[in-house]
């Protein structure tokens, strides 16, 4: 067993940091009426033609859009059903800047996330390609661009599976979909003190001390930790957190670490966030 930290956190110019209360989710009737509001906002009539209960989403659906709402997190996913991952009759040529204006004014318009809070952070493409029946290659074609934002909250960001939010957009420059993960901070709860990171480096020597294989922290970041789209979240508070790739001979995995950065925990961080092993070539 090897660590190895490729990154390490920066040196913190804050001593204190404040902890604040989330919004609870809107549940049953309640969801179907925001959906009901974000349709109206993104130029629907807010009359769904069908709403439905499944597990934990609620799901409207008007002519081609389809609107959910988680009723853990509150996080919110649009669709439209012949726009979103599918390919246009017209190759995809905006550029990322026309990406993100785009986006941004459907974010205005839809008030999923304050403009104040987001930070547009990469353009992502889908594309498709394969391969000749002669085993020639084909051109990658774009489907469409991902606009993905992240969230700083009174000048501190945010890390983790939430606090994102990524807007898709087809080659006409039209909406396909959006996928929102932002919730709403209602109060201030106290001020915690912020520990020095040594603690997380133990945390993360611990973790190599008990796996199989060479360990690698590849990012190391400070700031207040969001959970995702299934995981309900009480309280936005400090954190480290460290993303590594295990590898063991020929299989990798990448997993994730949250640590606290204060004595005082308001709730239990949902820790390391596993991706599935896969095959890599030896390095």
């Given at each position: 067993?090897?660590?190895?930290?490729?990154?390490?956190?920066?040196?913190?110019?804050?001593?204190?940091?404040?902890?604040?209360?989330?919004?609870?989710?809107?549940v049953f009737p309640d969801s179907?009426?925001?959906?009901?509001?974000?349709?109206?906002?993104?130029?629907?009539?807010?009359?769904?033609?069908?709403?439905?209960?499944?597990?934990d989403w609620t799901t409207y659906l008007e002519g081609l859009f389809d609107l959910r709402i988680h009723r853990r997190s509150g996080g919110v996913m649009i669709r439209h059903t012949e726009r979103y991952h599918f390919q246009g009759e017209r190759p995809f040529q905006l550029s990322d800047d026309e990406a993100e204006r785009v986006a941004r004014g459907f974010l205005e318009r839809s008030e999923l996330v304050p403009l104040d809070e987001a930070v547009s952070l990469r353009v992502t493409h889908l594309r498709t390609g394969g391969r000749e029946v002669d085993g020639g290659e084909v051109e990658e074609t774009l489907i469409d661009?991902?606009?993905?934002?992240?969230?700083?909250?009174?000048?501190v960001p945010v890390y983790g599976p939430?606090?994102?939010?990524?807007?898709?957009?087809?080659?006409?420059?039209?909406?396909?979909?959006?996928?929102?993960?932002?919730?709403?901070?209602?109060?201030?709860?106290?001020?915690?003190?912020?520990?020095?990171?040594d603690r997380a480096y133990e945390v993360m020597e611990r973790i190599a001390g008990g796996i199989r294989g060479d360990v690698r922290v590849t990012?190391?970041?400070?700031?207040?930790?969001?959970?995702?789209?299934?995981?309900?979240?009480?309280?936005?508070?400090p954190a480290y957190i460290m993303a590594y790739v295990v590898q063991d001979d020929e299989?990798?995995?990448k997993a994730a670490e949250v640590v606290a950065a204060s004595e005082r925990v308001f709730e239990p961080f949902l820790s390391e966030k596993r991706h599935p092993a896969t095959p890599q070539r030896p390095r």
């Open positions: 067993m090897a660590l190895e930290f490729l990154a390490r956190f920066p040196d913190q110019t804050v001593s204190s940091l404040p902890v604040y209360v989330l919004q609870e989710p809107d179907s009426a925001v959906l009901g509001t974000v349709a109206r906002r993104i130029g629907l009539s807010g009359r769904p033609t069908e709403t439905r209960i499944d597990d661009a991902g606009v993905v934002y992240g969230r700083v909250f009174k000048e939430g606090g994102t939010a990524m807007v898709n957009i087809d080659a006409e420059g039209e909406i396909a979909g959006c996928r929102a993960v932002w919730r709403p901070v209602v109060e201030t709860v106290g001020e915690v003190e912020i520990l020095r990171p990012k190391a970041s400070f700031g207040y930790f969001e959970q995702g789209i299934a995981d309900r979240q009480r309280f936005l508070q299989v990798a995995h």
